[in-house]
């Protein structure tokens, strides 16, 4: 499929090219870590200001998992609860973390006038696969059977996040539906991996291989899982569950220099077909990573309000 980027997002690679930033498949892990850390310095928009960030430790079976919670000034209270969505942040399971996604996580409080509880999971490739699974399963759990005391509406409780946290938050529905609960109101989808088998055609593309590139995806997937045997769990790869019937509402957004354009796209077709609502959203001009991106893109900014205008749509 032909992809033209956007004069923006054009602007931005070249830009990204210019300064020759190192290729995460020649860092290690930690140094992955700290130039993408750096990096959002010069991506993300100036932070909006909210009621109160406050940090939360969630207990879980190995320890406490660190969270952020976001209360913007005016959110959607009934019987003084707000609703919630509780965010993974991306970075292939082995790089970003609660303040790589800390602007987009206000954003989107103010957007949708809700709390958000960003969660840190555990990286890899020091905590393989299902570590993180585990923790965006345990940290939604908590969040739910505490929601009173954290301000939440139960009932309005939902999951989400980009890349390899969209990844997570299908995967947490998925588990949520099957009896481990709690009840999800709706599951944000941001350019999510959904199956690790990479047999879609954008991930051989030439045109998809941008920010995100071809190697690069090979590099988070040997770290995160433990080897082939995982590609097929659906802990792993949510599109190998047998069925998607029964989840919660869905937006899911794509782009279209994105490797992972095809497969956000067949999940969405999957739900819908599955008789799950769906809200789908692609930006044809845009790359893997765009979202973040408020201070450079204007579409970014443009898909935080309309993901907003989803959410208080959810309730």
């Known amino acids: 499929m032909p992809v033209l980027l956007d004069p923006d997002a054009a602007a931005v690679y070249k830009a990204f090219q210019e300064a020759g930033r190192p290729a995460y498949e020649t860092l290690t892990a930690p ?55 509780v965010f993974f942040h991306g970075g292939g399971w082995v790089i970003g973390d609660l303040d790589s996604h800390d602007v987009v ?10 709390i958000v509880i960003s969660v840190d999971y555990r990286l890899a490739p020091e905590h393989k696969f299902p570590a993180a699974a585990d923790d ?37 529905a998925l588990t949520a539906r099957d009896g481990d609960g709690p009840k999800i109101a709706g599951q944000l989808l941001i350019y999510p991996a959904t199956d690790f088998a990479m047999t879609h055609g954008s991930h051989s593309e030439p045109e998809t291989s941008v920010l995100l590139t071809h190697s690069v995806i090979r590099w988070f997937r040997d770290h995160y899982l433990n080897g082939t045997a995982d590609i097929q769990d659906w802990r792993a790869s949510p599109a190998r569950a047998k069925s998607l019937a029964g989840l919660p509402p869905a937006y899911v957004l794509t782009a279209g220099a994105d490797p992972l354009r095809d497969e956000g796209d067949d999940y ?14 692609h930006y044809p001009g845009q790359f ?12 970014a900014n443009l898909a935080v309000s309309e993901i907003g205008l989803w959410l208080k749509e959810l309730g």
């Open 31 to 85: 140094e992955a870590r700290a130039y993408y850390a750096q990096a959002r310095f010069a991506t993300n928009p100036e932070p909006p200001e909210l009621a109160r960030v406050t940090a939360l430790a969630i207990p879980a079976p190995h320890g406490e998992i660190p969270a952020r919670i976001y209360v913007p000034r005016q959110p959607r209270l009934q019987n003084g609860l707000s609703p919630a969505l």
């Open 105 to 114: 996580c206000r954003q989107l409080a103010v957007s949708g006038a809700l």
């Open 136 to 172: 965006a399963i345990a940290a939604t759990k908590w969040i739910a059977a505490n929601a009173r005391e954290l301000g939440i509406d139960a009932s309005r409780l939902s999951i989400g996040g980009d890349s390899a946290g969209g990844n997570l938050a299908a995967v947490v």
């Open 268 to 281: 969405a077709e999957r739900l819908r077909q599955a008789g799950v609502p769906v809200t789908y959203k």
């Open 288 to 299: 893997h990573g765009f979202f973040t991106m408020g201070k450079l893109l204007r579409q």
